[in-house]
């Protein structure tokens, strides 16, 4: 009785220490964060995380929140509509972490005026507002600058670019977006269309599904793993007993994971899923083997004799769990392999998933089992039938039977063409990253995305890092014409590129509006003074000549001595000429004919060509200097030195082209895009390689980066990670299968089923057309892992029904036990991971959609394939050598040990 | 170019003052700034996280007009691509500032008509905003203590803006010196995160014609890691000037009209 009661005590010391070690686990889960993003994913060393990271640092964020703001059938270039946007615009400047917003309000325009140029906003002037014919014209005027950036074609739609500190954390940036949704919900009015859109906020909005997804389905499948066992046991007992060591279970991963700052990304968000469903066949094994000893008892059993019952039903069930739980950790051991991070965390936590899952369950389930029964058994109606579940020794079995018996041949030959129909298929396997793509059609993020793509530039990016070796180099009109140049061929071979933002634009730019009044190859006639105010000779201020008695409180000299008679030059165009001739017409459209680039040129090439003749409002100057003479100037060191002097009117406000305002060694170029598909960034990058290689100058180098190539190096990624991981769960189910049975045959017979299951997998796959990406490949090696338990199971069950009877029993003994237990649990798995089609974002609900396929399809393979070959072998032979295996003779050596 | 001098000159001493309340500690160092002239030989090290250096050298002229509006001239020396760029900018009471542009390259003028803006001078760490603030009558200014900084005896003042909206920051705290009444150092927190953006640190204080004046300021952006060191390599203030300097004529010619 001592004994009795020093082991409830024990028992209950261990209950309550693992409660206590699961309350302490339960604190920090408050801290876990969800890192929606795709660029969790990148690999460190990977170039273009580098390149990324080079940009951030360089160039800042480049991933903007982009907010859109739409007028139903009208114009938004009204006061009414522009007081709103200036509203929105001040509200988003005064957020916190926000670095800079770019908004039609805002934006600066650059034009040649009267007295020079200005610099001003686009919609306002040095005497304020404009009127909207004004406005118009002058987005029409840089309409590659503004056109889709800041407002679309039609002038409907506003955007507002919204640029943040690189360096934020996920917490802030969460923050930041939602100060952002609500200031933007404040100007909620039936006639604006507004939206949110962008990389960052799509992955915010992925961060949040993933949220809501876990407090929905998580409760969910921890509902129908109840149900399940419910079914299984109907009794509260058979609920709760296999119930808390998963919760247990679940408990200890999340906390561990919030302990050691991991994050929620959009696969480690599968984890407690995956060990509430995977983890509940354990706990289901020992209590059903419970369960059979204990109801086998007609008359009353102490507590004494549970004890022994529980300690023998453990013995016996003990090798199968563990060995299942080996398996299934070998699905996702093998995501050790993949080059992605949160894959390896992923088959991490899912590995210490289900080792945690059987320590627990061995741990707390029979001190729990030993309480519930510490007043004895008395045995009910109620607990006669265990076969409550699954099928009855019925016809479904009978037809089994009778595949196996009689069409093993046909069975094989159609296996054989699956096979090779599986395999015919592998090329036709898509993969795919876009973001865009997790989110139903109908969500308003993928609307927003939609209309980002269509009305305006879009929201895919790439970006171009040049790096060159000297200070200053990249100031080089060479090189500057050679983006020029590029710009317009990426363009043309991509119907995708909307739009591409480099330094060139900003030369072009202020080249034009800094010539509008010249004269091309006119030179002029004084020579420039260089000024020393600190020399002492020639226009020293301290030289003699300066110090003279002209002090500043003397006579004052007149500031604007000579502007008039540079301005005068505007009427000297020799363009002004009015009352042309015919001939002189003619002429003059000649000449515009041959300053247009093209041999069959548009009525605006042919205006253009006309401004050339004129340089009407800088036209002739629309380039990048290239010819030094038509500057009045000499060498091509010259035109760069003219470069230079250009940038500085652009400085500060050329951040996000250049890492220096003056001297700059590294360049930017930005190309946006409205399409994100695998091929048109492979059709993109292909363009930028084939280029650039070409063009590079000598010494200088290249990388691209931008958000878009993420996708594009990650698909890559992927891929190679699914077949390595594929590979390293056959083979490590293989050696499983081989150690246990001391024969590589067996190992390969093992295989078979598993081999089919993924063949179904590909055919799946291919039909509807699913893609495989971050999550959605994770289904084929955790297919292995799961599946490859129930094809241990039959080859354990047959190996021990052929040592004890004939071999026409074998199969329908098999089915009626072993079969019926591997499709009841294909069937609990198979249901508990459908749940997952609830899931806000798409692939969560593919991944459990097709697990839950392949567990059926693993479930009967294992159950048909596997005895259609063993009965076509000598099974004795087979199984000969290994009637015990080596880890079952490894167990016994160790019980003796013990007992010794 | 104005608020460079602006900034340069705010961080002149002066002699011993008796004033204890913020107020009166920025009023009385703002004051010196009322030089009628100034000529500086400056250069710019820009020093990146790497400490990698690149150098920017200008010479800036100003002086105060009858109306006690400022006139500024400034000439790029280095790097040579810039060589004689020159900046002519006329401070206006009523109305924004005109300012005028020379590209030798061009042997052109243009009239700059520009919108403010926070952004940073020629990629150093001083922005034309932080710069155009430093008059004693934009800001509210509290003693906050006592302290010795690089072992000299300071006032500690906070400087907020009377105006927080058209401000470039939310805060400045100055450490001025006790004795010479130059600020020796000056923290800037930004607008936006009101954390502390740069710290501008003043040293070898030498008295040039009676005016305390530091020859070199190191401004750090505390974020990048980026830092800008000023030297001063030759100043000189209300010395007679000619105003011709002032004009586009010798913006454009680099020649003073006789």
């Known amino acids: ?900 | 170019m104005k608020k460079m001098i602006l900034f340069s000159i705010f961080l002149i001493g002066m002699t011993e003052l008796w004033a204890i309340t913020g107020q009166e500690i920025m009023d009385r160092s703002i004051d010196i700034q009322e030089t009628k002239s100034a000529a500086m030989d400056i250069q710019m090290d820009l020093v990146d996280d790497n400490g990698d250096v690149s150098n920017r050298r200008l010479q800036i002229l100003s002086m105060q007009d009858n109306a006690g509006q400022n006139r500024t001239i400034a000439v790029f020396m280095s790097p040579a691509n810039i060589k004689n760029t020159r900046f002519l900018i006329i401070e206006n009471s009523d109305r924004s500032d005109d300012q005028w542009i020379y590209l030798p390259s061009l042997k052109k003028m243009k009239r700059i008509a520009a919108s403010d803006n926070d952004s940073s001078f020629m990629g150093s760490d001083f922005t034309y905003g932080d710069m155009s603030d430093m008059k004693a009558d934009k800001d509210s200014h509290t003693l906050l203590r006592e302290e010795k900084y690089n072992g000299r005896d300071c006032y500690v003042v906070e400087s907020l803006p009377l105006d927080p909206e058209s401000a470039s920051r939310s805060k400045l705290i100055s450490w001025i010196d006790k004795e010479r009444f130059v600020p020796i150092k000056v923290e800037f927190y930004d607008k936006r995160f009101k954390k502390l953006d740069r710290t501008a640190v003043s040293e070898n204080i030498t008295l040039v014609n009676e005016i305390w004046t530091p020859l070199s300021v190191t401004m750090t952006t505390h974020s990048t890691g980026h830092k800008t060191i000023l030297l001063i390599k030759q100043v000189k203030y209300n010395i007679p000037m000619n105003p011709g300097y002032f004009s586009t004529n010798f913006l454009k010619t680099g020649r003073v009209s006789q």
């Not at chain 1, 610099?119 to 014209?137: A, F, N, R, T």
């Not at chain 1, 407090?215 to 066992?229: E, G, M, R, S």
């Not at chain 1, 003990?318 to 299934?328: D, F, H, K, M, P």
């Not at chain 1, 159609?414 to 795919?432: E, K, M, R």
């Open chain 1, 1 to 900: 009785m001592k004994i009795y009661k020093f082991g409830k005590i024990r028992d209950i010391l261990i209950i309550a220490a693992v409660f206590a070690v699961t309350l302490l686990s339960i604190i920090p889960i408050g801290n876990l964060t969800i890192d929606g993003s795709i660029k969790a994913f990148m690999p460190d060393g990977e170039e273009v995380a580098v390149t990324n990271n080079l940009i951030e640092d360089e160039f800042g964020s480049i991933d903007p929140i982009l907010v859109s703001m739409e007028i139903n059938d009208e114009t938004i270039l009204q006061e009414e509509y522009l007081t709103v946007l200036k509203g929105v615009t001040s509200g988003i400047e005064s957020i916190p972490l926000v670095l800079e917003v770019i908004s039609p309000v805002n934006v600066d325009y650059i034009e040649s005026s009267d007295s020079g140029i200005s610099i001003v906003p686009l919609m306002s002037d040095s005497e304020g507002d404009m009127d909207i014919s004004k406005i118009k014209d002058r987005i029409l005027s840089w309409k590659d600058t503004y056109v889709g950036t800041v407002i679309s074609r039609d002038t409907r739609l506003a955007q507002i670019i919204v640029r943040y500190a690189d360096n934020i954390s996920p917490d802030e940036r969460n923050k930041l977006f939602n100060q952002v949704k609500s200031l933007v919900n404040e100007y909620e009015d039936p006639r604006w269309n507004i939206s949110i859109a962008g990389r960052a906020v799509m992955e915010e909005e992925v961060s949040n599904y993933v949220a809501k997804d876990l407090l929905l389905i998580l409760p969910l499948v921890a509902l129908i793993v109840l149900i399940v066992f419910f079914i299984s046991f109907r009794r509260w007992e058979g609920v709760l007993l296999p119930f808390i060591p998963l919760a247990v279970t679940v408990a200890w991963i999340v906390g561990g994971m919030a302990i050691f700052n991991m994050q929620i990304t959009l696969v480690s968000f599968l984890v407690p899923i995956l060990i509430l469903v995977v983890g509940s066949a354990y706990s289901i094994h020992i209590l059903s083997h419970f369960y059979e000893e204990l109801f086998q008892n007609k008359e009353f059993v102490d507590s004494v004799e549970i004890s022994k019952i529980l300690k023998r039903s453990i013995r016996e069930v003990r090798l199968s769990v563990i060995l299942a739980g080996i398996t299934t950790a070998v699905g996702f051991l093998s995501f050790f392999t993949s080059p992605l991070g949160p894959l390896r965390v992923f088959g991490l936590l899912c590995t210490i998933g289900v080792f945690v899952s059987l320590l627990v369950v061995f741990l707390i389930m029979p001190p729990m089992i030993r309480l519930r029964f510490s007043r004895g058994w008395t045995p009910s109606k109620s607990n006669v039938n265990m076969e409550v579940a699954g099928f009855k020794k019925g016809d479904f079995f009978r037809f089994l039977k009778w595949v196996v018996e009689t069409k093993s041949g046909v069975l094989l030959i159609l296996v054989i063409i699956f096979f090779l129909f599986a395999g015919f298929q592998i090329p036709h396997l898509q993969t795919g990253l876009n973001m865009i793509e997790a989110f139903k059609p109908s969500s308003k993020v993928f609307q927003d995305y939609e209309m980002m793509n269509t009305r305006m530039n879009g929201t895919g990016v790439v970006n171009i890092l040049f790096e060159s070796p000297e200070r200053g180099d990249i100031v080089d009109s060479g090189f500057i014409r050679k983006i020029d140049k590029f710009s317009s061929y990426i363009k043309e071979d991509n119907p995708s590129v909307t739009s591409i933002q480099s330094i060139s634009q900003f030369i072009k730019q202020i080249n034009k509006v800094m010539n509008s009044d010249s004269i091309p190859y006119a030179k002029d006639s004084y020579e420039d003074v260089s000024i020393d105010f600190f020399s002492d000779s020639g226009n020293g201020f301290f030289s003699e000549e300066s110090e003279d008695d002209q002090t500043i409180f003397s006579q004052e000299e007149a500031v604007f001595t000579d502007e008039n008679s540079l301005l005068d030059n505007d009427g000297e165009n020799y363009g002004s000429e009015q009352g042309l001739s015919y001939t002189q017409i003619a002429g003059l459209l000649k000449e515009a004919l041959l300053n247009t680039e093209t041999s069959d040129p548009s009525a605006e090439d042919l205006i253009r060509g006309f401004n050339i003749i004129n340089n009407y409002a800088g036209a002739a100057y629309d380039e990048i200097p290239v010819d030094p003479a038509k500057y009045g100037l000499e060498t091509e060191e010259d035109l760069n030195a003219l470069l230079s002097q250009y940038l500085i009117l652009g400085a500060g406000n050329l951040e996000m082209v250049i890492n220096d305002d003056l001297e700059p060694d590294r360049t930017l170029i930005t190309i946006q895009l409205n399409d994100e598909s695998k091929e048109t960034l492979g059709n993109v990058l292909t363009h930028i390689h084939t280029f650039w290689d070409r063009e590079i100058p000598s010494g200088w180098s290249y990388s691209v980066g931008g958000s878009s190539t993420i996708y594009y190096i990650l698909d890559k990624h992927i891929l190679h990670s699914q077949y390595f991981s594929i590979l390293g769960a056959l083979f490590l189910v293989w050696l499983i299968i081989t150690f246990i049975f001391r024969s590589a045959r067996v190992g390969l017979i093992g295989l078979i089923p598993i081999i089919f299951s993924l063949g179904g997998l590909i055919i799946a796959f291919v039909v509807t057309g699913v893609k495989l990406d971050t999550v959605t490949s994770l289904t084929a090696a955790i297919t292995i892992g799961v599946g490859a338990d129930y094809a241990i199971h039959v080859l354990v069950a047959y190996r021990r029904l052929a040592s004890k009877m004939d071999k026409k029993d074998i199969l329908f003994q098999l089915y009626s036990t072993t079969g019926r237990a591997i499709l009841l649990n294909a069937l609990s798995v198979g249901i508990g991971f459908l749940a997952l089609v609830l899931a806000h974002l798409i692939p969560i609900g593919v991944f459990g959609s097709m697990f839950a396929l392949s567990m059926g399809i693993s479930s009967l393979a294992s159950l048909i394939l596997i005895p259609a070959v063993l009965t076509r072998l000598d099974v004795e032979k087979l199984f000969k050598q290994n009637k015990k295996s080596i880890l079952d003779k490894y167990l016994l050596e160790f019980r003796k040990r013990l007992k010794g």
